[in-house]
């Protein structure tokens, strides 16, 4: 993974809190909403994404500098997510 694991973190804390907030249930629900719904080859990459911008992450700018002077672009960054939403169990 080309993120460093404090940056990771960072972006596993922000998806915590959006569980936090709004429950497990909720967020479980908002997947399979998707799941269903949407129309498109990765519903799950949708998934992640969209948890992704809904944590306001992209509008720190320590965040985007780090992105942005470390070349990593968004297969970088979906290699990160996926493992985000693994551990957590979403």
């Known amino acids: 993974m080309k993120i460093n694991k404090e940056t990771y973190n960072h972006i596993k804390a922000a998806y915590q809190k959006i569980i936090d907030q709004n429950g497990i249930e909720k967020v479980l629900q908002y997947k399979n909403d998707i799941l269903k719904g949407e129309k498109g080859n990765d519903k799950n990459k949708l998934y992640r994404w969209n948890l992704m911008w809904g944590t306001?992450?992209?509008?720190?700018?320590?965040?985007?500098?780090?992105?942005?002077?470390?070349n990593i672009n968004d297969d970088h960054m979906d290699t990160a997510l996926k493992a985000i939403v693994k551990e957590l169990c979403i």
């Open 56 to 70: 306001g992450i992209y509008k720190e700018d320590s965040i985007r500098d780090y992105l942005n002077s470390n």
